[in-house]
């Protein structure tokens, strides 16, 4: 009874200390971490003998260490997790214990091709039995550094080859990665930033993630469809799927696209969540008006970074269209025209010269009446579909031309008179 309640004190303790480490994965700090309460002395496979750990067993110290390890047979694994709390010295026998052939028998079920494992205790799934799984070496390995912890864990996975990117030969058919990452985001929960980024290093070192993600970007789409669907599951079944709050996810999603320029950044979205089906097929191009809808959607900062990138590769007239097809978003939609020309006001500053800004503003005018022209000869033609869409098309944006210019006027006037 009193292990019992020196356990709850010890597992009280650890929940309000985990409690105040944030999870919302923004900054990274300047300065190296160091736990100064760890020790970084890695685990042994031998038993502590001197007198304080022997003292620290309580009541276990009597048994050898045979009838120890058989009585964790009996115990579920949040009953040996919870146990691993009561002190280092039990802690030190439950490492002996997951290292030996019984115990990693016992603890790595890897029948992940079945949905459900009969003979689990109580009926739980292989994802919860790996979730309990994580918890127990998160609490054994507390006091361990990061990277020490890293490599114990590692040492005691490294046999399940499902656990691996390219470790299972049907992965569209295995719960692997999934508990995997399930073990993985109860083992990493509450950690800061700089904690899972080694994380993050230390996968990408296992699975030669980032040389793998090189090969599908900088390939013809669908070259690569093995490799792309592999992962595609990694990604999102060990990295991406488990966490609750959208932060974490952010976290992660971050960490898998940082090191990749914009155009790889977006092949590689589209193989992560993209359809499944079609990973070895090239999609028709956007019609211009809905990729201009879509940077509405996107936000101000994203729309921008978009522009200014045209704008500094010297892509003036793709960029007017683009500006033309803003406009004819906010008319259909009816957003805010002044959000269009307060966007293009600012693209503007991006231009080096009074030159490039001029033969811009040019192409906005020329984007216009090309556009306009275009449509007035479609609807002249009589070809016309039963929504007479080719003269409402015209319409909305001879409206949106006017709006725009509407706008530029307000705003000029405004700087005027001040």
Known sequence: MRSLNAAGKIYGTSRRMTSTVSTSFTLIPNQKYRRSSRRSKPFCNTVDTDSESLSTLGNFKALPLEIFQMVLKYLSVKDISMLSMVSKAISNRLINYISTSSGNRRLLLQDFHNLEISGMREGSSVLEHYRSLGLLLKRCTLLLPTKERLKYIHKILSEVSCFKLSGCPSPLHCLGLQCYGVFLQTLTAGWDELECHRVFNFLCELSNLPRKVQTVVSSKPGSARKLELRIRLFCRSVLLNHWIHRSDSAFWLTRILKPWPMVNQARLLYIIFG??????????????????????????????????????????????????????????????????????????????????????????????AHMIMDMLQSVMSGDRDEEDSSFLNLFHLVNAQANFHKEILYLTMRSTST
């Open 275 to 368: 359809p499944v089906s079609s990973l070895n097929v090239v999609p028709r191009e956007w019609l211009m008006e809905n990729n201009a809808r879509l940077l509405i959607l996107s936000g101000n900062n994203i729309c921008f970074t978009f522009m200014a990138s045209k704008a500094v590769n010297g892509r003036a007239v793709e960029l007017a269209k683009l500006v033309v097809f803003l406009a004819l978003v906010c008319e259909k939609d009816l957003y805010c025209m002044d959000w269009a020309v307060k966007m293009m006001q600012k693209v503007c500053k991006v231009f080096s010269t009074p030159g490039e800004r001029n033969n811009f503003l040019q192409s906005v005018e020329n984007a216009f």
